[in-house]
């Protein structure tokens, strides 16, 4: 029998599929603190992991794990050294995912560039008429995004984006031109140029060393003035108090945030008293049918790998 841990509760749909299987069996860790997660993962053949940290310390003891089943994509907060040096798999739920990310995103751009935070207040205020003509509002119309990082979530964006008449450019310096173009995007080399042309730029990259403060005050100084920054990939591949400058100094229109450099967000974070970002709290994938697919994915994929059936685009090559 395979022990799976379920590491903080997910999607029902996703253990029924273990349920159903004879050769499973689970149990749900709600306290993913280190101190817990120390003490009862050691038990463990697999487990499923949703944003708590599974470092050195806690794997350290865990000699049975073989398997580990990301509820998502990032693993930014899994010690990937030591899972590659004790030969444990990774698993991505590569296909769960995109469409509600993209979504996201759209609804975004749309949110703040028609300023409908601040139309729902005046009119719950009683100022139906009074403040309604001098709010600025955008269309997406005609307008160049700049889509950073070309892979699932880039690709499934430019369709929605396309959809709009907006212009795309790609910056993604490991996917091919022909790749862009056939999506009917604009492949640039330079990101200061893309930059520097854009009205709304959407990060899609993962947070690693090269991406870390990708965009900071002086990448931002060199965009437009109207322009809107949407990141949905990773806390940290903006550097948030240069953004917080730069949306004061109103050298940009407006932010969507739904990643942070730390999660929860500190309560004196100087984002949450600004008015011109709009904040969710890493909830893009939130809906219920993504929820639904990436239960049953994250369960599934870790049911393939014990069957060697296990499709290679889940698997992180590290
Ligand atoms: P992916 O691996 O399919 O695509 C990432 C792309 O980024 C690749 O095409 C890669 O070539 C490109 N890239 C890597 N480094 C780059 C760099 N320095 N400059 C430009 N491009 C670079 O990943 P995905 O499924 O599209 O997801 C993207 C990111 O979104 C994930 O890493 C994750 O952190 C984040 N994400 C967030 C949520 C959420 O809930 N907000 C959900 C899913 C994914």
New binding site residues.
């Given amino acids: 029998m395979i022990h799976v841990a379920i590491i903080e509760k997910i999607h029902q749909d996703g253990l029924n599929l273990l349920k159903e299987n004879q050769n499973f069996k689970f149990e749900i860790i709600e306290d993913s603190s280190e101190e817990n997660l120390i003490k009862v993962l050691p038990k463990f053949d697999a487990c499923t992991l949703r944003v708590s940290k599974l470092n050195e310390k806690i794997l350290l003891n865990c000699k049975k794990l073989k398997v580990i089943s990301r509820h ?5 907060n899994v010690d990937l050294n030591y899972i590659k040096k004790n030969n444990i798999t990774l698993l991505i739920t ?1 296909t769960a ?2 469409v ?2 993209a979504e ?1 995103v759209i609804y975004m751009m749309l949110s703040i560039s028609k300023s409908i935070n601040q139309y729902d207040h005046e009119v719950r205020i009683g100022n139906f008429k009074k403040n309604a003509s001098s709010i600025k509002t955008l269309e997406l119309f005609n307008k160049e995004i700049l889509i ?9 964006l430019i369709k929605r984006c396309k959809g709009f008449d907006m212009k795309v450019k790609v ?5 091919k031109k022909e790749i862009i173009e056939k999506f009917g995007g604009e492949k640039i080399e330079n ?1 200061d140029k893309g930059l520097n042309i854009c009205d709304y730029l959407s ?6 060393d ?2 870390k403060n ?1 965009i900071d005050y002086s990448k931002l100084k060199n965009m437009k003035k109207e322009s809107i920054v949407i990141n ?3 806390g940290g591949v903006i550097n948030e108090e240069d953004l917080n400058k730069a949306l004061n100094e109103n050298i940009i229109f407006g932010a969507g945030l ?2 942070f450099e730390k999660e929860p967000v500190d309560k004196n974070n100087p984002l949450l008293t600004n008015k011109k970002v709009l904040l969710s709290p ?5 809906t219920n049918e993504c929820k639904s697919r990436m239960s049953l994915e994250t369960t599934k994929n870790i049911i393939d790998f014990f069957e060697n059936n296990i499709d290679k685009s889940m698997i992180v090559k590290l």
């Fill in positions: 998502g994509v990032g693993y930014d590569a995912n995109a509600a990310v996201h950073v990082g070309f892979g699932r979530i880039g690709q499934t910056y993604d310096p490991y996917v990101l990060l899609h990259v993962p947070l690693n090269k991406t990708l949905t990939a990773r739904d990643v890493h909830s893009a994938t939130f």
